[in-house]
């Protein structure tokens, strides 16, 4: 039984001002594996009021000092990414080589880029008479989401970290172990005080909170598209900056080719992992119409082929984060049903032979873009096949969404390839399964504003200076 009880505040783990607990809940099993402190308003003045204080130096600090400081951090994060992954497993179900895996992976693969970025960022550049200058924006809220807790926490630390900023980090309620650990790590690292905090707790209270702050410079939030509108709405009075990431709903788009059926299935299975709970998967899978037979039949078999178990387990696929997920995705299932959509594989209730724990079975429809199940994400283990004419069509569909965040494409024909992407009105698309720690990532329309990974996410937590007339140095 996990007890995380104290806040990081100032340098120090500290007690709440106003004692409150909630347990956590072991997703795969539902029973409560640990319990942590909820914070109130006053948590969050006293670490604004830290991270305040800590910004008059910290943003005065050399390129070099803050590197020292990021590979300091970096020594620690390789030393306990076993604990990291085990935490990853037990607060939201992700099965055991995912969770010590792509899971702590992805925080190693931020703070590398974020060393590397650091190294050769330009923070000053000599126009002229002038001298453009980047300057840390100020404090920084992080309110980080549960499904990649590693990937969504480190992905705004570290840029903030290096660019000179200070913060208080909101992790989320229903995965908090990962977040405790890594302060931990900060803290051994040597971050000096009131640099990095963190308290816990719900997002009406503090994600309220920090939004509204006037001593907040900065906001940036990994969420739901309702969530996020209502921060912006916080945040307006203040005019702090506000970088956002939200839902999607992207299209993976199969082009038609030999390799069509193996696409599918990998399309398929790939769409699976982490239950489906990712805000870039690739949940409208796109194929040609004179193929359609064939696509169903892979999907089916890919999706029918996902093992579904204990997290501890050899198993492809765990549970989903909570209850309320879970009846979640079972309420649009349902609802696929009651559309007509045609049900391939999966569909209501658990997996066979589980009957404890948050466990959804892989699911796969077929229907056209005008469903209910093709246009809101579901954010579970559910996909949803549509049939294209030609590529216009394809583009078409893809682009016929109120999201934009994440885009697939795949095919034989590289050119083709490029082509297709270059038309997609989304923030980021991957050919041929590419991938980039220094690609910036962040979506267009409902899907939200700003960049974070590598040396783009720099941009978010800096203010740009202009200083005419400054002479250069003889």
């Not at 974020?114 to 050769?120: E, F, G």
């Not at 640099?195 to 939004?211: D, E, H, K, R």
């Amino acid at each position: 039984m996990r007890e995380y009880l104290k806040f990081y505040i100032d340098g120090q783990w500290v007690a709440p001002i106003e004692p409150k607990t909630a347990d956590v809940v072991n997703p795969a099993t539902e029973a409560v594996s640990g319990k942590i402190s909820l914070g109130s308003v006053a948590d969050v003045e006293k670490a604004v009021a830290a991270a305040r204080k800590a910004f008059a130096s910290w943003s005065q600090t050399s390129r070099e000092q803050r590197l020292d400081i990021l590979l300091a951090i970096q020594a620690e994060y390789h030393k306990r990414m076993g604990e990291l992954g085990e935490a990853v497993i037990e607060e939201m179900g992700a099965p055991s080589a995912l969770g010590n895996g792509f899971h702590v992976g992805l925080g190693a693969g931020h703070l590398a880029a974020a060393i590397d970025s650091l190294r050769t960022f330009q923070f000053e550049e000599q126009r002229g008479a002038t001298l453009v200058v980047k300057e840390p924006i100020g404090v920084c809220a992080l309110i980080t989401p549960w499904n990649w807790p590693m990937n969504q926490t480190t992905v705004k630390i570290f840029p903030a970290l290096a660019t000179g900023c200070t913060m208080i980090l909101k992790p989320p309620q229903l995965a908090p172990y990962s977040a405790h650990i890594l302060a931990e790590i900060l803290h051994t690292a040597g971050v000096p005080a009131g640099v990095f905090n963190m308290v816990q707790g719900s997002g009406a209270v503090i994600g309220t909170a920090l939004s509204t702050h006037p001593e907040v410079d900065m906001v940036s939030f990994t969420g739901s598209e309702t969530v996020g509108v209502e921060i912006a709405k916080n945040a307006a009075p203040t005019v702090k900056r506000v970088c956002q990431e939200l839902g999607g709903k992207s299209a993976h788009i199969v082009l038609d080719d030999a390799n069509l059926v193996a696409n599918v299935a990998a399309a398929t299975s790939g769409m699976m992992v982490n239950s489906g709970q990712t805000c870039s998967a690739g949940s409208r899978l796109l194929v040609p119409a004179s193929r359609l037979d064939e696509a169903i039949a892979a999907a089916r078999d890919a999706a029918n082929g996902v093992t579904v178990g204990d997290p501890k387990g050899d198993f492809a696929m765990g549970p989903v984060v909570s209850k309320g997920q879970y009846n979640d995705i079972q309420r649009y299932i349902e609802l696929g049903v009651s559309e007509g959509a045609q049900l391939v594989a999966g569909g209501p209730g658990r997996p066979e032979g589980l009957t404890k724990g948050f466990y959804v079975r892989p699911t796969v429809f077929v229907t056209t873009n005008d469903t209910t199940i093709a246009r809101e994400e579901i954010f579970g283990p559910v996909l949803v096949i549509i049939a294209y004419d030609d590529i216009d069509h394809a583009i078409k569909i893809a682009n016929d969404s109120p999201f934009g965040l994440a885009g697939y494409v795949v095919g034989a024909d590289a050119a083709q390839c490029n082509a297709v992407a270059r038309r997609m009105r989304t923030g980021w698309v991957s050919i041929n399964g590419g991938f980039d720690f220094q690609a910036p990532f962040g979506g267009y329309k409902k899907s939200g504003n700003g960049r974070e990974w590598g040396e783009f996410g720099f941009h978010e937590y800096l203010e740009i200076k202009s200083l005419l007339g400054f002479a250069p140095a003889q």
